[in-house]
């Protein structure tokens, strides 16, 4: 499946902040924005997340915007789900 992102770089936590006014999931990272470090956090913390590897979270577009669109392979319900929070 694939969602839009609003990624916040330099944040004091890694957190899922709420979607958007557009419908984007407001996502927060601790990580700068320097050298792609920003994309690594969010990939990793999605995966951790959604309980997937990091091979089935992918950006495919935005790689260097704050707006990313991102494909999860993966149940499509679950993901929306955990996204929420809800387990």
Do not use: C, H, W
Not at 3 to 29: C, F, H, Q, W
Not at 37 to 50: G, M, P, S
Not at 52 to 79: A, H, P
């Amino acid at each position: 499946m694939k969602m839009g992102i609003r990624l916040v770089p330099n944040a004091s936590r890694d957190e899922v902040a709420g979607i958007t006014e557009d419908g984007r999931y407001k996502v927060k990272v601790q990580s700068p924005p320097v050298e792609g470090a920003a994309n690594r956090r969010l990939i990793l913390f999605l995966a951790e997340r959604l309980g997937v590897s990091k091979s089935r979270v992918r950006i495919v577009s935005g790689e260097k915007s704050r707006n990313k669109v991102i494909e999860i392979e993966g149940e499509e319900k679950d993901i929306l789900r955990r996204m929420e929070g809800k387990t």
